[in-house]
């Protein structure tokens, strides 16, 4: 029962996190101007995206909590990931933005290294989250350069 409430707990605390940082620091009008590359994806994927991965994060957490494992990797990804969005949409600071996504990308991989050797679950359910964030990551790169 311990360990339950624990997931739910680390579940709870991320998603509620990432929604408090996202209905806070929203795009706006500032990135609806902006020039946007070919491959974007729709508005409405995002919110759709990020909380299932932030629930999967959640999750992993817990796991590395009650079962040990890279905890300072996933502590250290949480926080680039929870800085990206005051970053570029409150601050409007790309370049910024675009330096903590790319950390975020580099601490997901050795996350993904690290977690494997030990708990191949976690790593694997790191796999999406990398997937989304390598698009973010290019997305940021593309923003730059078009605006």
Do not use: C
């Not at 909590?65 to 996933?74: E, H, M, N």
């Not at 950390?103 to 993904?112: C, P």
Request: net charge positive.
């Amino acid at each position: 029962m311990r360990s339950l409430i624990t997931y739910i707990l680390f579940v709870v605390v991320v998603v509620g996190i990432g929604m408090f940082i996202g209905t806070h620091w929203q795009p706006g009008e500032w990135y609806a101007g902006l020039q946007k590359p070919f491959f974007t994806p729709p508005n409405a994927w995002f919110p759709v995206v990020w909380t299932a991965l932030y629930v999967i994060i959640g999750f992993v957490g817990a796991r590395i909590f009650t079962q040990g494992g890279p905890g300072l990797l996933w502590a250290l990804q949480l926080v680039l990931n929870f800085a990206w969005t005051p970053v570029f949409f409150g601050a409007h600071n790309m370049v910024a933005g675009v330096a903590i996504i790319a950390a975020l990308w580099l601490t997901i991989v050795a996350f993904i290294g690290r977690a494997w050797a030990g708990d191949k679950l976690s790593a694997l359910l790191f796999v999406p989250y990398l997937a989304w964030v390598t698009v973010a990551l290019a997305l940021n790169g593309a923003l730059i350069l078009l605006n």
